[in-house]
């Protein structure tokens, strides 16, 4: 099986691309319409052979308050990057018409 390799520089530049533009045309500071979202485990997501089964429900103002210890420069756990990861899933839904 092949490795798909990421460039962390070229990611940061298009997360920060894309939240710019977001930032352009609705502020600092957005509305999101959902709060509570499915969760699918890692076994699951990356196994497209079978439908998944083991669902959780996570909540985004949750994911926002666990993060925002961050800003205060806590100490980041290995869970932030989920968490970071379905804010930036959110905004890909809810502000898919910036483009």
């Known amino acids: 099986m092949n490795q798909t390799k990421l460039n962390?520089?070229?990611l940061e530049s298009l997360t920060s691309y894309f939240l710019l533009k977001i930032r352009d045309k609705y502020g600092d500071e957005i509305s999101l319409k959902n709060d509570f979202y499915?969760?699918?485990t890692e076994n699951?997501?990356?196994?497209?052979y079978v439908v998944p089964t083991n669902l959780t429900i996570g909540q985004i103002s949750d994911d926002i308050q666990e993060l925002n210890r961050l800003v205060?420069?806590?100490e980041a756990i290995s869970y932030d990057l989920k968490r970071l990861s379905v804010l930036l899933k959110v905004l890909s839904i809810e502000f898919s018409t910036i483009l």
């Open 72 to 74: 205060n420069r806590e």
């Open 8 to 10: 962390l520089k070229e």
């Open 38 to 40: 499915w969760d699918i």
């Open 44 to 48: 699951e997501l990356f196994d497209t």
